[in-house]
């Protein structure tokens, strides 16, 4: 029996790296040409070691010669497997041709196995002898004398066939064509499909490719074969034992199991690791999770979940006992199957409640590290929580339910901590985890981070909003987005530099100045020095007031997370054509502790800017008020439709300058006093304002947009600690419609504001170590007051 194709092409390498090596050898018999130079002495070999070298060489010769003999052999069997698919689509277009139809796949299958190089079935002595008489006729009715072979080969092979029923074979244009996109594949890649498929190789580049391409093919039909034969369980009577809460399977089931996982191929047992061979592990592991997915599959209801039938089980189609994929059975592949279809929703809501830094790739913790945490931490009486299942795998980690068990420290819902801050029943668990963690799993540290939170994907049919039970969210160790040092330098700068931007056009405003600019601009295009110093120095104020209102703001904000312990970066400002400035950036480095640091760090920012704006605002329109007409006609301005954009902005000014000045008035030339206000220099467009009550006005309207409920936003974070994470969604996406409407129709700041929002600060907030425990009653009196200023300065005065 000739060697597989793989033998073929590795003897070929060898023997030509041999036949390199013995060339030497043969020089000996052909005496170079003299050189100019007396050449040294040719050592003289003995007649019997000329005689052994010329041996090696032609049996070299002849080794080479029968390699590639067999290697055409391999072309040429190819060549026949795809005459033999055409006449076997010739045959089974005819209809009334079985025979012929069976005998051409039999001679098929045949040269099959040959390429494969496995072991041909035995003949008879006639057709051995015929065969080793005419080589050539053996090339050309090879599957002749497979069909002459004595009777118990045939019983054996009809045995292997109700065992293993016959796969399709590939055609000779698709064998070629997969071995065609395996050979264009990365070497890596190579190597991998090789290795999974457990083929032996040393170098990939020589491997038997069209052997390795019909095994993953044979593999990958045995695989949809056992989808449609797997066997199914019944757990009806399964046992289950105390206290682990472990089913309990009868060796009938195992047994049963085992059976299927015997069928399985090989690279599929391979993805259970140290198990890989050992079928009886694999079928314990595989009963005990659909076990447990059956009992979900009964349980699950709630909000997400599909409603149980009356008898506790999922209702029956018709033909469901029949059809082993169906939803209501649980065989091998069909459990599965159901599995990532129902496991699918829940990842959903995983990825849209938490960031995309919580499933950084390769940064998980892995499925032993978890079990470990359960094992060492959670079941030690110092963690007051019982877990009530396995782990479940979700996206960036895994999710541990179970119930808080009261403890002698936690008697109360909250006490104090060292610094005097509210400590709820959630810090007192994380706390204890931490401690534990420390004590007993010191490795598990810096491996991942553990979050007590909603339950994403309750599974009790009567749970709704706000009720649904707390679980342990575990991810990574490592959830924020990372340092941007260099993006936010550079976005920083040119907020500075639209922030001066603002400041010198709301000089450029006031008709006088706009004068002055114009002559300079004039002198500039007849080639002179145009000089613009004047309008710099003028703008100086008003840029300061407005950066100081907003460093204010991002200094709350540090003061209240160093109270906090919380790790936040430099914030960044964010450019804005409309106000200089659309916000400041500050990004959470890592979790807060619960929803009252948040809620505290994300309101101190807004808050004060907003207070510090309503002060600025005030004493600027007094300022105004007192100047003389000199000073006044080189004072700012607003437009005024700009001014009747907000409320509360707009009543103060009217009710500071008198009333009916955002009224638009014609235009005035020559002012005689300051004390009617836009009297003066005010056209029906713009009013002339003190920069302290410009930049009071323009900071109030920045601090209330930075409290709507959006994302990673001030608002959106005072927003996930008072709703909850399932709760913030949906009062950030109607806050986003409303104001989309209110800026279409009519702000450019708002539009502005609200397109920024949605396409840079969208993105959930990091989670929380404690997000189960809600605020206290006075975080909620400061958000409805909050809430009151937001409406009241972003709604228009008409």
């Not at 069976?102 to 006639?126: A, D």
């Not at 009577?237 to 049963?256: A, C, L, R, W, Y």
């Not at 029906?684 to 601090?703: D, E, M, R, T």
Request: proline share 7%; hydrophobic share 35%.
């Amino acid at each position: 029996m000739m060697g597989t194709a793989k033998n073929i092409t590795d003897e070929v390498q060898k023997q030509e790296q041999q036949q390199q090596k013995e060339e030497v050898v043969e020089v000996v018999e052909s005496p170079a040409p003299a050189p100019p130079s007396p050449p040294p002495p040719v050592p003289t070999l003995s007649p019997q070691e000329k005689a052994i070298a010329e041996a090696k060489a032609l049996r070299a010769q002849a080794e080479k010669a029968r390699l590639e003999a067999e290697k055409m052999d391999a072309i040429l069997t190819l060549e026949k497997v795809s005459k033999l698919e055409s006449k076997l689509e010739a045959a089974q277009k005819g209809g009334d041709k079985k025979d012929e139809v069976t005998s051409i796949r039999e001679q098929i299958n045949v040269l099959q196995m040959k390429l494969r190089g496995e072991t041909m079935e035995t003949t008879t002595p006639s057709s051995t002898t015929t065969a080793a008489v005419k080589k050539d006729e053996e090339m050309n009715l090879i599957t002749t004398s497979s069909t002459t072979s004595d009777s118990t080969t045939t019983t054996t092979q009809e045995e292997k066939k109700a065992e293993n029923p016959t796969i399709p074979s590939l055609s000779y244009t698709e064998i070629q064509d997969r071995v065609d996109r395996f050979k264009n594949s990365p070497k890596f890649m190579r190597q991998l499909v090789a290795k999974t498929a457990d083929f032996d190789f040393t170098d990939i580049d020589s491997i038997n490719t069209t052997a390795l391409i019909i095994q993953l093919y044979e593999d990958e039909q045995k695989a949809v074969r056992l989808m449609e034969t797997s066997s199914t369980t019944d757990f009806t009577n399964v046992q289950v034992e105390e206290g682990s809460g472990k089913p309990k399977f009868t060796p009938e089931q195992i047994e049963q199991k085992a059976k299927d996982v015997s069928r399985l191929p090989q690279f599929v047992k391979n993805l259970y690791g140290d198990d890989a061979n050992n079928d009886t592990a694999i079928a314990l592991s595989l009963l005990e999770d659909d076990y447990k997915e059956e009992q979900q599959r009964k349980n699950r209801g709630g909000w997400f979940g599909s409603s149980p039938s009356s008898d506790g089980g999922d209702k029956k189609k018709d033909g469901d006992d029949k059809n082993p994929i169906s939803a209501g059975n649980g065989g091998l592949f069909a459990e599965l199957k159901r599995r990532r279809e129902e496991m699918s929703e829940l990842d959903a809501m995983v990825e849209s409640l938490y960031p995309k830094t919580t499933r950084k790739e390769d940064e998980g913790p892995s499925e032993a590290q978890v079990n470990k945490l359960v094992s060492d931490v959670l079941t030690k009486s110092t963690v007051p929580f019982m877990p009530s299942g396995k782990p479940e795998a979700v996206p960036g980690g895994f999710l541990i339910r179970g119930t808080v068990t009261k403890t002698s420290s936690s008697s109360s819902s909250k006490d104090d901590d060292e610094d005097g801050n509210s400590k709820f029943e959630g810090d007192n668990l994380i706390e204890a985890i931490d401690q534990t963690i420390e004590r007993n799993a010191p490795a598990l540290k810096d491996s991942m981070s553990v979050f007590y939170v909603a339950d994403p994907y309750p599974q009790e049919e009567e749970l709704g909003p706000g009720v649904w039970p707390p679980v342990l969210f575990v991810t990574g160790p490592d959830v924020w987005r990372g340092p941007q040092q260099i993006a936010g330098t550079i976005v920083s700068s040119l907020g500075l530099a639209t922030l001066w931007y603002t400041a010198i056009e709301s000089f450029l405003l006031n008709p006088t100045f706009m004068a002055r600019a114009d002559e300079q601009l004039a002198l500039a295009d007849s080639g002179l020095t145009p000089d613009l110093g004047w309008l710099n120095e003028s703008a100086g104020p008003l840029f300061l007031y407005l950066l100081c209102i907003q460093l204010a703001h991002d200094t709350a904000h540090r003061l209240v997370a160093n109270a906090y312990k919380m790790e936040i970066t430099i914030p960044t400002f964010v450019p804005s054509l409309v106000t200089g400035i659309a916000s400041s950036v500050t990004t959470l480095k890592a979790p807060p502790k619960n929803k009252q640091a948040l809620f505290d760090f994300a309101f101190a920012g807004p808050f004060t800017g907003m207070i510090l704006s309503l002060i600025a605002l005030y004493f600027g329109l007094v300022l105004t008020v007192s100047t003389d007409a000199a000073s006044y006609a080189n004072l700012p301005a607003l437009p005024v439709q700009f001014l009747r954009e907000s409320a509360l902005g707009g009543g103060i000014i009217d009710g500071v300058l008198g009333q009916g000045v955002l009224d638009a008035l014609p235009p005035v030339t020559g002012a005689t006093s300051a004390s009617g206000a836009g009297a003066g220099l005010a056209s029906a467009n713009n009013l002339p304002l003190h920069p302290l009550a410009i930049a009071g006005y323009i900071s109030l309207n920045l601090s209330a947009l930075s409290l709507l409920p959006f994302g990673r936003t001030d608002g959106g974070r005072m927003s996930l600690a008072l709703f909850g994470r399932n709760g913030s969604p949906p009062v950030g996406l109607i806050t986003s419609l409303l104001l989309f409407l209110r800026g279409a129709f009519g702000s450019d700041l708002i539009l502005f504001y609200t397109t920024y929002i949605l396409f840079f600060q969208n993105e959930p907030e990091i989670p929380l170590r404690n997000e189960v425990d809600e605020v206290d009653f006075s975080r909620i009196l400061l958000a409805t007051v909050s809430g009151v200023l937001v409406l009241l300065t972003l709604l228009p005065m008409d």
